[in-house]
């Protein structure tokens, strides 16, 4: 089992960048893919990045493709999502979440295949 705590959100303007991460518990981390999802006020979570167990693989939402970059450090038990040129639709709670099945990029972007997820982190984005 694994616990996730993710940290770095906060207040942005419009442009401008932060930096999410994602501490795990466990000796174990480097057996879990790890994905960022995001849910604003009054809509779905949705999907925003997976990174593969090796840190080797990445996908990402078209959303945020080009702006977002999901990393990972098996050796401190950490995920990182650096997002830049935000915008205020990215305003949500963001969540990583672990899995440890084998999945296909497509199933990877479904939340009901992760196995553990941390309680979010709020990033809101001013125009």
Known sequence: QVQLLESGGGLVQAGGSLRLSC????????????????QAPGKE???????????????????????FTISRDNAKNTVYLQMNSL???DTAVYYCA????????????????YDYWGQGTQVTVSS
């Not at 199933?107 to 295949?113: E, F, H, K, T, Y």
Request: no cysteine; net charge positive.
């Open 45 to 67: 979570r949705e999907f925003v990045a997976r990174i593969s167990r090796s840190g080797g693989s990445t996908y990402y939402a078209d959303t945020v493709k080009g702006r």
């Open 23 to 38: 501490a795990a518990s466990g000796r174990t981390f480097s057996s879990y893919a790890m994905g960022w999802f995001r």
């Open 98 to 113: 672990a899995y440890t099945r084998k999945l296909p990029e497509v199933g990877s972007a479904r939340d009901i295949n």
């Open 87 to 89: 915008e205020p639709e």
